[in-house]
């Protein structure tokens, strides 16, 4: 009998504890609270409590993208723009556990897949992945870090780039995304369904000769802060289907050639 009680005991603590870091996760996915993270990661009796670990917070904390090269196109595939930063980013080719310490491979390299590890201290994603025109597909993995606040160029250039898959991509403190999308021209589909932009002040040419996309939905942007808007949608000369239901203008202060060249 009183094994029988034991036993349903172990099993009631171990039904709360999955319950228990599902909804931690929960938090850490919808609310991005480090301030939580921090109490929960340092606080030895919650963990013994939920039969956790310090490294089972590894999963928050880092910024994760996977890469497909074209293997037709060599060169350049990521830029570490700040040398101080450096130490914040990890690269590896293939299924490797290898950190590889360049940003570069070519024509002998026998690559199928790269996968870059960020630190969330980084703050600036600017021109992470311009004209890197190696790249056929990019697909943020875990993007849990609310930090960053600037976009521009990052996919600027990227011709060759046909799939990017954006969503679990966080945008909550970002203020610049001009150019972020500009001459993607191989973009056929772009998801920013998730996309928060009501910090943000500049789309100068985001999407500019973004000449494949068909179809832009962009009914769940707030453009209330956005100052700049020129030559947002130029060049994006197959793009019929286009939703701006939401989309504000009332502190726009340049929207010269906004849709140049769209046909």
């Given amino acids: 009998m009183n094994l029988s009680k034991e036993s349903n005991k172990k099993k009631e603590f171990y039904s709360e504890n999955i319950k228990s870091k599902y909804i931690l996760k929960i938090i850490f996915v919808k609310l991005q609270r480090k301030k939580i993270l921090q109490i929960i990661k340092y606080n030895k009796k919650i963990q013994n409590r939920l039969n956790i670990s310090k490294k089972d917070y590894k999963e ?132 920013l369904s998730n996309f ?4 943000v002040t500049n789309m100068n040419s985001m999407f500019f000769n973004c000449s494949s996309l068909k179809k832009l939905n962009l009914s769940n942007f707030n453009t209330t802060n956005v100052l700049n808007m020129d030559n947002i949608f130029s060049k994006c000369s197959l793009l019929k289907d286009l939703n701006l239901f939401n989309i504000d203008t009332n502190n726009v202060t340049n929207l010269i050639a906004k849709f140049h060249n769209k046909k």
């Fill in 60 to 191: 928050y904390n880092d910024i994760e993208i996977e890469i497909i090269p074209t293997n037709k196109e060599y060169g350049e595939f990521i830029h570490i723009l700040d040398k101080n930063d450096k130490p914040y980013y990890h690269i590896y080719f293939n299924d490797s556990n290898k950190e590889i310490n360049r940003t570069k491979f070519n024509k002998h390299d026998k690559i199928q897949r790269i996968k870059v590890t960020i630190n969330p201290k980084v703050k600036s994603f600017y021109k992470l992945f311009e004209n890197c025109k190696c790249i056929k597909s990019i697909c943020f993995k875990k993007f849990y870090s609310d930090n960053i606040i600037n976009m521009s160029y990052m996919f600027s250039g990227c011709s060759s780039l046909k799939e990017l898959n954006l969503s679990s991509f966080n945008t909550d403190n970002v203020t610049y995304m001009d150019s972020m999308f500009s001459n993607c021209s191989s973009l056929k589909k772009l998801n």
């Fill in 196 to 199: 928060n932009t009501k910090k």
